[in-house]
């Protein structure tokens, strides 16, 4: 339908970003996996190149955990869960963080909360911290 | 009552925008259309011209589809769902999605969703990430 | 309690932003003017000058109208409701609109929503478009 | 499990940031005090060294009030609720603030709200404003 293959898009975005605000609900209301509690960061990687992405978990009380390994193809678009993190441990539940993203290339970031602790969803979404001079 | 015609706004924004989150819930509760699920990008044109938009939509599992093109008149906003969008063709429910938006001249792009899955709506907004160095 | 006389804040923000994103609903649910449903823009002004704030209202289908104005305070924040704003006319409700803010100073802007138009309210916030080459 | 001892973060962030909206409801529902209406700012330190944060609360009639002393540790997140303020004030419920927040080393802050002053909670989230030219 569309000559999608011949299409470069120009690069947008940064290569690392910051995340203040994290916290998984501990407990959820309605239909699993769409209405249960989560915390997500969306990634957009519009280049040409598969990015391999490292994630650090920042706590209040002890050092830093990772990297969290995930990959997001070219032209392509990630939702991640930090619900789903296994290795090198799951974030634990009812828990404050916060988080650091590494890219390869120039990515965006967009973080976003599902909390159905009560009977009703609640929503935030909010672009990250663009680090605009990333040494990596 | 204002002699709004002679009125020239100075610029504000930038030529191409991105938003790392998108999804168009399958479910609503309430009224339609105005409680409606929807996802939207808010775009404000202060500029003399009538602005041409092409929006790009980024898949988790497949190459992005567009252009989608919408027109943003001279001195106006305008609020767009992407539940709307035809052609291409219209955006899959249940999916998770990104978008990247270009525009003729400068604008503001806002990004909001209505979820109103349950039976209470939430709500999110965020200012879309600006792409300062556009190449078009 | 504090010699608060003495200290001097140094200037933060911009002398222009631009909210991509308005409606004021047409309904509300909840003990009045607290869950009224409404829009507004928080201003924060640091500076030791009392602001003149001009604001434009941007809609889809007419010219621009404004401005509205509105002083800040030295020192001082500001909640401002939409649905207040009477000259040069108020704003309709359930129709779509943006807005410029222009500032003799800078200040920062913050665009929060509450939305009660079903029984359980929703909230969204987020920072405004900051110009940062504000030519006024 | 990871050699974190060894592992250095570049820096991230800003030394002075600004929320233009704050507002602490007078009322919750729900378990305290995970459920309780608050107000707070997530702060990320990513840096070796712990910072000293001053923050200050503008009002809408009266000089700021501060500072407020908090500090984060090297390599640690903190979220901050203005509910438990104390020095040199209780900030009161049911009143319009806003805030400065200025550090010893670059930090990342997002603002995010819960209000549970209906029966389900509804939640506001926003990086605050970045001062890049930060005096302090």
Known sequence: MNPLEQKKFAPVGHKRWAIAEGYIPKTSHGPEPEMTSHESICVLNVSDEETHL????????????????VSVGARRTKHIRFNYFKEPEPIPRGTDFASII???????VQHTRL????????LISTIAFADAESVM
């Open 115 to 122: 909390d159905s602790r009560q009977s009703e969803n609640a």
């Open 102 to 108: 590494e890219s390869d290339v120039p990515i965006v």
């Open 54 to 69: 490292q994630i650090w978990i920042f706590y209040s009380d002890r050092e830093p955990v990772g990297p969290y390994k």
